[in-house]
């Protein structure tokens, strides 16, 4: 294989781990009612696409199939991030304490 395209395999690779992540993280949005499903949509179908051209450009192989691997793992971390509660954190009382002066 060129070595052009060895480098481009591998940049559509990581770009498809990014939309996985996306995806995962908008999935859970539009399921709590939070997110349009037009965006998740959109990096649904980027993630496709991107898998698609990965798998494209020279069969399946090791390299496609980690690249699916990687973004399969991506997507769930996306979606498990989105997930779990954010704990706000107030500091109101760190940067003015009482003071009874």
């Given at each position: 294989?060129?070595g052009s395209l060895v480098i481009l395999r591998a940049a559509l690779a990581l770009l498809a781990v990014f939309f996985a992540h996306?995806?995962?993280?908008?999935?859970?949005?539009?399921?709590?009612?939070?997110?349009?499903?037009?965006?998740?949509?959109?990096?649904?179908?980027?993630?496709?696409?991107?898998?698609?051209?990965?798998?494209?450009?020279?069969?399946?192989?090791?390299?496609?199939?980690?690249?699916?691997?990687?973004?399969?793992?991506?997507?769930?971390?996306?979606?498990?991030?989105?997930?779990?509660?954010?704990?706000?954190?107030?500091?109101?009382?760190?940067?003015?304490?009482?003071?009874?002066?």
């Amino acid at each position: 294989m060129n070595g052009s395209l060895v480098i481009l395999r591998a940049a559509l690779a990581l770009l498809a781990v990014f939309f996985a992540h996306l995806f995962g993280r908008n999935w859970v949005r539009v399921r709590r009612g939070r997110g349009s499903a037009r965006t998740a949509a959109t990096a649904g179908i980027r993630l496709a696409v991107m898998l698609t051209l990965v798998w494209y450009l020279s069969g399946f192989d090791a390299f496609a199939a980690v690249s699916y691997g990687l973004a399969a793992i991506s997507g769930a971390l996306g979606w498990w991030t989105e997930w779990r509660p954010r704990h706000e954190h107030d500091l109101t009382k760190l940067m003015f304490p009482d003071d009874p002066e």
